[in-house]
C-alpha cells in the first residue's frame, strides 16, 4: 500500500518501509531521533529525497494537497487558524458522530479554541484528520495529553479505522501502547534506523 525506498532528509539516513493496508507500525526512539522528521518527510512537509509510492502511484504524481489528503500527519500540538472550534470543521451530520466516537460533546463545536483543554485539542485536531478519509495516517504521540479512559477510547477509534484498511503509521513513547496497536515497531537513534522490531498485537 504505502511503499517508503531510501527516504532521507539532511538530518535523516535512508530509510526503507512498506506498511500494507490495515497494518500499524509504531516508532519510539529517545527525543532528537528523528521520529518527527521521519513522519514529516513521509507527508512531504520538509525537504526530502527518496521514493514513495501509495497503491503504486508515486508520491510526485499528487498534487501537495490531495497527498496530504490521503496520507495524513497529525502532529503533536495541531494548529488551530480560527478562533472558534466549528470553524475547523466541516458542516455536515459525520462531525459530531466523530466527537461522539471519541468521548467529546457536539456542543465543543460552539467554543472558543482557547478555553480547550490539551486532551480536548488533541482528540478535536485527531477527529478533523480522521473526518478527512485518508488512507494512511501518521500520528505524532496523538494521546499524550489524554488520561486512561480517553486513550481507551482513541485506542478504540483506531483499531476501527486500522479494521477498515486504514494504515497507521504513529510516534509513542509508550510501549504497551504500542504493543496493543502495532505489528512492528521502528526504534530510531540520532536520525537512523537502529533496528525493527516485529510485536504481536492483542
Not at 473526518?131 to 504521540?141: I, K, N, Q, Y
Request: net charge neutral.
Amino acid at each position: 500500500m504505502l511503499k517508503i525506498a531510501a527516504l532521507r532528509t539532511p538530518n535523516m539516513a535512508p530509510i526503507d518501509l512498506d506498511i500494507g493496508g490495515g497494518e500499524c507500525v509504531a516508532v519510539m526512539g529517545p527525543s532528537g531521533a528523528g521520529k518527527t522528521l521521519f513522519l514529516r518527510a513521509i507527508a512531504d512537509l520538509d525537504p526530502n529525497e527518496g521514493a514513495i509510492t501509495l497503491f503504486g502511484a508515486e508520491r510526485g504524481k499528487f498534487p501537495a494537497p490531495k497527498w496530504r489528503r490521503m496520507v495524513t500527519y497529525l502532529p503533536a500540538e495541531s494548529g488551530w487558524w480560527a478562533e472558534r472550534v466549528s470553524d475547523h470543521f466541516p458542516k455536515d451530520g459525520a462531525v459530531g458522530e466523530m466527537l461522539d466516537r471519541l468521548g467529546l460533546s457536539e456542543e465543543a463545536l460552539g467554543w472558543t479554541v482557547a478555553r480547550l483543554s490539551t486532551g480536548e485539542r488533541q482528540r478535536l485536531a485527531l477527529a478533523r484528520a480522521l473526518l478527512l478519509r485518508p488512507a494512511v495516517l501518521l500520528l505524532d504521540e496523538p494521546t499524550s495529553g489524554l488520561d486512561e479512559t480517553s486513550i481507551a477510547t482513541v485506542e478504540k477509534v483506531l483499531k476501527a479505522r486500522l479494521a477498515e484498511g486504514v494504515s497507521i503509521l504513529f510516534v509513542t513513547h509508550d510501549e504497551r501502547q504500542g504493543k496493543r496497536l502495532a505489528k512492528r515497531c521502528l526504534h530510531l537513534k540520532q536520525g537512523r534506523l537502529e533496528s525493527e522490531e516485529t510485536w504481536q498485537t492483542a
